[in-house]
């Protein structure tokens, strides 16, 4: 039985050991953004946004690092995430969209899919497919109505997620400043 509950623990020591490691580097595409780097994974952020990589309790554990905006006085703050789940052999960047989709909407209250776009990333050097969705939900019944755009990265036994989370009346330019971010995401 020990051996058991110890299993998960090592696991998520060993996931924080390979997937931790971060990197800020210059990006020299876009003077808005800089690339931030983990030991297997990239994205661009923009400059101005805050870094988040210790976390509390109120982050899942397989929660990588997150980035919020720099607006303070709002009661809620447009922010992207990275998570990374080991997943069983076989599941591709289209399969790990669908069944993450089919996730949320068992999950989130007055779930709606806006739209789904295929989109390029990079794994490992390589330009591969994958999906890019934007949906909208609320986490109970009382909290406000959000939207999500989430990208799906599979390589090995990982995927990755890129979820940016805003207001649906989010400023075009914080929400377009999201879309590059997820959609930047790469893995090495």
């Known amino acids: 039985m020990k051996k058991l509950l110890l299993l998960p623990l090592l696991l998520l020591l060993l996931l924080t050991g390979c997937l931790g490691n971060v990197t800020p580097e210059e990006n020299t595409d876009n003077p808005l953004y800089y690339k931030?780097?983990?030991?297997?994974?990239?994205i661009e952020v923009p400059n101005d946004w805050e870094v988040i990589s210790q976390f509390t309790?109120?982050?899942?554990?397989?929660t990588l690092v997150a980035f919020k905006n720099n607006l303070k006085d709002q009661d809620f703050?447009?922010?992207?995430?990275?998570?990374?789940?080991t997943l069983g052999k076989g599941l591709g960047n289209g399969d790990y969209a669908i069944e993450m989709l089919k996730y949320h909407e068992g999950t989130l209250i007055d779930y709606k899919l806006l739209e789904q776009q295929e989109?390029?990333?990079?794994?490992?050097?390589?330009s591969i497919p994958t999906y890019l969705n934007y949906f909208e939900g609320r986490n109970s019944v009382s909290s406000d109505l959000l939207r999500f755009l989430q990208v799906y990265?599979?390589?090995e036994n990982?995927?990755?997620i890129a979820t940016a989370t805003f207001l649906p009346d989010e400023d075009e330019f914080i929400f377009e400043n999201c879309k590059h971010m997820v959609k930047s995401l790469a893995v090495n």
């Open 77 to 85: 703050i447009a922010n992207v995430n990275i998570v990374a789940n």
């Open 158 to 160: 990982f995927g990755y």
């Open 119 to 126: 989109v390029e990333v990079i794994v490992a050097g390589q």
């Open 153 to 155: 990265v599979v390589s």
């Open 36 to 42: 931030y780097s983990g030991a297997t994974y990239s």
């Open 57 to 62: 309790s109120d982050y899942p554990s397989n």
